[in-house]
């Protein structure tokens, strides 16, 4: 299993909206336990290795896995 770690940019959005937060932790859970579990809207981000998007709703978050360390570290979201 995969541990997490937030910027301070995606706590600060994330203490805003409470649904969001909800919703957020609940795919992320998923995500610690398989992080390219197909239930979930991710992508790929180009020309990056090991950096990804993950939507939820009109919110982006973007995040980065570390294999050697296992870690998904998200750290950067914005509205859309």
Same mark, same amino acid.
């Given at each position: 299993? !995969?541990?997490?770690? /937030?910027?301070?940019? *995606? =706590? ?5 909206? %409470? ?5 957020? !932790?609940?795919? *992320?859970? =998923? /995500?610690? /336990?398989?992080?390219?579990?197909? &239930? ?7 020309? &990056? ?5 993950? $939507?939820?709703?009109?919110? $982006?978050? /973007? !995040? %980065?896995?570390? &294999? &050697?360390? *296992? =870690? =998904? ?6 509205? $859309?």
């Amino acid at each position: 299993m !995969y541990k997490l770690d /937030l910027s301070k940019k *995606v =706590i600060k959005i994330l203490a805003k909206n %409470e649904l969001l937060a909800k919703k957020f !932790y609940h795919h *992320v859970k =998923i /995500l610690l /336990l398989n992080p390219f579990s197909n &239930e979930l809207d991710i992508k790929k981000l180009q020309w &990056e290795t090991n950096r990804y998007r993950l $939507r939820i709703w009109k919110y $982006r978050f /973007l !995040y %980065e896995i570390y &294999e &050697e360390k *296992v =870690i =998904i570290y998200f750290y950067d979201a914005w509205s $859309r």
